[in-house]
């Protein structure tokens, strides 16, 4: 190839944008429904965001601030790699702080500092059928949609009450979109489904893979599923972060040692940096082994 | 002690120096070009541009040499580029009745019009290693047959369908463009222009085990090589000013059609049924392959009960694309700490919880329990 390939900003083409624009537009007037798309292939791996990616480039003007997190991280090696991508063929500004951010690209986890007007947090998307696996043709699961057909799905949840005597579904827990579509939340920890619920940020979700687009726009309502006596139930962790000391953070679990050392930290790891700045401290500094045991 | 983890930039910059390095391996050893594997790896190259779908032979092998021989990555790296191209229209459907001819064989005549033309073929080669290639052995000059006109050779099928043996083949409708699920979402069900799009690009490993496990009998389908061939076809383009076709070029395909036994059903009287395969170079593996899924998939129109895994369009489809495949199951080497996480609270609990239990009640009988989805 003697001439070296030029490529559009943000990469994909203006035809390819349009396409994808009109699908936001679609999922955006009809929440929580999946609007199929003529997704492309990326100079990323399918499984690796390139829906999220799509809808990034897409959506992307010159004046955007970028922020590309991986389990709440600025710095795991996706997320580096996707910023790097955008920094590249975009040439868009790129922060950490997600007060500063226009765009944020997500997977696995929605910021801890709340989102407000004017904000897009973009989902990457593995599986984006809530009923995939309930459910495995996708003849069958559009139609469930479309005829409201959700009997199944609350089957599953009160099997797993009459099991386990709650629900057993700790992420990617399924919500129900103003009233009408039931949708995954993408693999993020049922701990964040609650910040979907009348966010001011408007929120849309790429499944490249599965070619398959779906919006919340802002201030919707999002309800995790749940029955009356058995309410849905945050994640609760029973330590605040060693780091920051923060009590209302997802946290990770660092293993420290080989002997059962283990320390919770803030997965957002701009929340936990923005909280140390500010002169909050965690209790790292003293680290033992009884500090460091897994919770019971 | 720990502190959040910083340099994934750096880390992967590293790697992907270590990358190349290793590409490149032992430097004594002289740097293959990307001609060479185009001349002497034409098979590779052939199957990358197949599932790469992209007729490029100079590109695929660049491709495989930056894959470092991994062809599935090789085919990645093209379909990514191919994705950024620009359409500027559909080329006339090429006319692989007038190809020209390097191999053509029938399993069902003896002979027939065009003759059986064995070609370059491993077929009946004793598969026994050759140290010679190690020195770098030349081989005898190719054969030629001095002096013979090719006569034409019409595909078998025609030969049958004459005599209203085997299904006619459903004509070109002007209104109902070719579809292209690579410019629109597949859905289905999905018509057969749209089937044998994704069996072109669909993996060979995949669509070898499917065909084969029809012969097996999962989803029998009773099939003769009617006739596969290999050679070039022109490509033909009508550009939309000049009005007429122009010749863009000339590319190598292989082409089979199956003809299958059919006893008829309440939606179609007993005659032989097809089963095609077409694909970019020489591939007769992927092309039976093809040729055997298509006349699987082709089960429903048939009025055939859909029982076996290679008669189930979503099951095929949305498992043919390697690209898709691979990029899927190895992204869980990505991070998944967070749901990890999650799951790992769950456990806990459900361990505690199961704990209790039974120190309630030291005999209950209840201790099988399915860990969380």
């Given amino acids: 190839m003697s001439d070296a390939p030029a490529y559009n900003f943000a990469y994909l083409d203006e035809q390819t944008k349009r396409m994808i624009r009109r699908a936001i537009l679609k999922a955006i007037a009809i929440p929580g429904y999946q609007v199929p798309f003529a997704s492309r292939e990326m100079p990323m791996p399918y499984g690796w965001g390139t829906g999220g990616v799509q809808v990034t480039a897409s959506i992307l003007g010159r004046d955007d601030v970028l922020k590309v997190i991986d389990q709440g991280a600025d710095d795991t090696t996706n997320a580096v790699s996707i910023r790097k991508f955008f920094q590249k063929t975009a040439g868009v500004s790129t922060t950490t702080h997600t007060d500063e951010a226009t765009v944020i690209q997500t997977r696995h986890r929605i910021p801890e500092a709340p989102l407000s007007d004017g904000q897009i947090l973009v989902y990457q998307v593995p599986i984006p059928e809530p009923l995939r696996f309930l459910e495995p043709r996708e003849t069958e699961t559009r139609v469930m949609h479309a005829l409201e057909d959700y009997g199944t799905m609350h089957v599953k949840l009160y099997e797993d009450i009459a099991r386990h005597g709650h629900i057993a579904t700790t992420y990617a827990y399924p919500v129900k979109v103003d009233g009408r579509y039931i949708m995954d939340p993408s693999p993020t920890p049922k701990f964040d489904n609650p910040k979907m619920d009348m966010c001011p940020a408007l929120q849309l979700f790429g499944a490249g893979r599965e070619k398959r687009i779906y919006a919340l726009p802002p201030y919707t309502q999002v309800v995790s599923l749940d029955f009356e006596d058995h309410p849905f139930e945050r994640t609760h962790f029973d330590r605040p972060c060693a780091l920051c000391g923060a009590v209302d953070a997802y946290l990770d679990e660092v293993v420290t040692d080989d002997r059962g050392g283990r320390m919770f930290v803030c997965s957002d790891t701009d929340y936990c940096e923005t909280r140390r ?15 460091g045991r897994p919770s019971p | 002690m720990y502190v959040a983890v910083k340099g994934g930039e750096a880390a992967i910059e590293a790697a992907h120096q270590l990358l190349a390095a290793t590409r490149r391996g032992d430097v004594g050893v002289p740097e293959l070009s990307s001609a060479q594997i185009r001349e002497q790896l034409a098979l590779a190259v052939d199957r990358v541009m197949c599932e790469g779908s992209l007729y490029d032979r100079d590109l695929a092998a660049i491709a495989i040499k930056q894959a470092r021989g991994d062809l599935i990555e090789a085919i990645f790296l093209v379909r990514a580029f191919r994705t950024t191209l620009p359409r500027f229209g559909y080329a006339v459907p090429i006319e692989t009745g007038a190809m020209d001819i390097r191999r053509r064989i029938s399993a069902t005549f003896k002979d027939l019009p065009g003759g059986q033309i064995l070609g370059p ?46 299904e006619p083949n459903r004509s070109a409708d002007a209104d109902q463009p070719v579809g292209d699920l690579t410019r629109d979402p597949l859905s289905f069900p999905a018509d057969r222009d749209l089937r044998l799009q994704a069996l072109a690009r669909g993996d060979e490993g995949l669509l070898l085990t499917l065909g084969y496990s029809t012969q097996r009998g999962y989803g029998r389908t009773h099939p003769f090589a009617g006739e596969i061939r290999m050679g070039e076809v022109e490509v033909e383009f009508i550009p939309e000013e000049l009005g007429f076709p122009v010749p863009l070029g000339a590319i190598t395909v292989t082409e089979c059609e199956m003809v299958n036994q059919f006893k008829g059903s309440d939606r179609a009287p007993p005659q032989f049924t097809r089963g095609y395969g077409l694909v970019f170079g020489q591939s007769e593996r992927k092309a039976m392959s093809m040729a055997l899924v298509d006349r699987s998939l082709r089960a429903k129109e048939l009025g055939e009960e859909v029982t076996a895994p290679a008669q189930d369009e979503e099951f095929v489809l949305a ?16 991070p998944h700490y967070v749901d990890f996480q999650a799951e790992l609270a769950l456990l806990r609990q459900l361990q505690a919880e199961w704990q209790n239990a039974r120190k309630d009640a030291p005999r209950s009988l209840e201790s099988s329990r399915e860990a969380a989805e």
Avoid: C, M, W
């Avoid at chain 2, 050759?130 to 025609?158: C, F, I, K, M, N």
């Fill in chain 2, 319 to 334: 498992h043919a694309d390697n690209v898709q495949a691979t990029g899927f199951v190895e992204h869980l080497k990505l």
């Fill in chain 1, 277 to 291: 700045a500010a002169g909050h401290s965690g209790s790292a500094g003293a680290l033992d082994d009884a500090e």
């Fill in chain 2, 121 to 166: 073929t491993f077929d009946y080669t004793h598969r026994l290693i050759d140290p010679s290639l190690a020195e770098g052995a030349q081989p005898a000059p190719a054969p030629r047959l001095e002096g013979a006109e090719p006569e034409p050779a019409p595909h078998v099928a025609s030969l049958l369908g004459e005599a209203g043996l085997i």
